[in-house]
């Protein structure tokens, strides 16, 4: 991610909330469907979907390989994923235990 050479007026970690913020302010499938289509390039969706595609996969002990062939996504993505779910901040394990996806979510 490219940092900005120039001190932004507000810092990185109260924009970070105030996004955060406004992610949880939408209501509906369809507000966060626009807000992510507004605010993300279609590129960026796609990267997104593909990786939380992966997650249900993994939670259910699926290899990368049967995974790969599954959903077409990249073994690479798959392990970034499965990197994330066991030692990242708890956040792919948070959604996928509220969207009652595979494993002991």
């Avoid at 970690?13 to 913020?21: G, H, I, M």
């Avoid at 993300?40 to 790969?68: F, K, Q």
């Avoid at 990249?74 to 959604?95: C, D, E, F, H, P």
Wanted: one cysteine or more; glycine letters at 8%.
């Amino acid at each position: 991610m490219k940092r900005r050479s120039l001190d932004p007026e507000t810092p990185s970690d109260s924009a970070e909330t105030s996004l955060c913020e406004a992610l949880l302010g939408l209501s509906s499938v369809e507000e966060m469907r626009a807000f992510l289509h507004d605010l993300c390039t279609p590129a960026e969706i796609e990267v997104m979907v593909d990786r939380w595609r992966v997650v249900p996969h993994l939670l259910e002990g699926r290899s990368y390989r049967e995974i790969h062939e599954r959903t077409a996504v990249s073994i690479t993505t798959i392990g970034r994923v499965a990197r994330y779910l066991n030692q990242g901040n708890g956040g792919y394990m948070a959604a996928a235990a509220r969207r009652n996806l595979g494993g002991d979510a």
